[in-house]
C-alpha cells in the first residue's frame, strides 16, 4: 500500500448512513491513495467509521483530486454561512 498522506479525525455528533441504516460515526480517515473502484490512478479517499460497530458501519469515498477541491470549497462556503446563521 503506498498511502501518501493520510489524516484521522475523531467526530462528534455526526452519523452516516450505511446498508443497514443510520449510524453514529465514531471518527474519518482521509487519505491520498490507490482508490478500490474510481476510474484514476489516485484518489483522495474518506472513509467514515464505527469500529465497534463492525465492518458494515462504514461509508467509504473515493473523490477524483478534482472533485476533491470542489468539495473542500463546498464545505468552506456552508460552514461559514452556518457560522454566520
Do not use: Q
Not at 479525525?9 to 449510524?23: R, T
Not at 489516485?42 to 483530486?65: C, M, Q
Amino acid at each position: 500500500m503506498c498511502t501518501y498522506s493520510t489524516e484521522k479525525l475523531d467526530l462528534a455528533k455526526s452519523s452516516g448512513k450505511g446498508p443497514e441504516g443510520w449510524f453514529p460515526l465514531e471518527t474519518a480517515t482521509v487519505y491520498y491513495d490507490h482508490p478500490v473502484h474510481a476510474p484514476d490512478e489516485h484518489t483522495v479517499n474518506i472513509d467514515f467509521l464505527n469500529p465497534g460497530r463492525g465492518p458494515g458501519a462504514r461509508v467509504a469515498v473515493e473523490l477524483s483530486l478534482d472533485s476533491a477541491r470542489a468539495l473542500l470549497a463546498a464545505l468552506a462556503v456552508t460552514v461559514e454561512r452556518a457560522a454566520h446563521h
